[in-house]
């Protein structure tokens, strides 16, 4: 069975930076390539970006590209992102994703 628990979020000033993991088993989590996803209050799910299961090549939604960064260490079967420069547009639940099936998800929130 799949299993995804994000973590690392919390509540950040504008310009800040938080570093997102999201732990996974139940799978060969080299084999798959991975997503970040979120959501805001009263908005629908926003895709945020890909990672390839070596962790070569990553692919950015343009509200975050330049800012967030994916890595992963598929020793650990643990996935990253890297949130830098925090808009209050970042505001949202963040969620791992493999072929649809999410965690439970960690809260990020950017306010003064």
């Known amino acids: 069975e799949v299993h995804l628990v994000e973590s690392g979020g919390g509540l950040v000033q504008p310009g800040g930076s938080l570093r997102l993991s999201c732990a996974a088993s139940?799978?060969?989590?080299?084999?798959?390539?991975m997503d970040w996803v979120r959501q805001a209050p009263g908005k629908e799910l926003e895709w945020v970006s890909n990672?390839?299961?070596?962790?070569?090549?990553?692919s950015y939604a343009e509200t975050v590209k330049g800012r967030f960064i994916s890595s992963r260490d598929n020793v650990k079967n643990t996935l990253y992102l890297q949130l830098n420069s925090l808009k209050t547009e970042d505001t949202a639940m963040y969620y791992c994703q493999k072929h649809g099936i999410r965690g439970q998800g960690t809260q990020v929130t950017v306010s003064s």
């Open positions: 139940g799978f060969i989590f080299s084999d798959y390539g």
């Open positions: 990672i390839d299961r070596w962790g070569y090549t990553s």
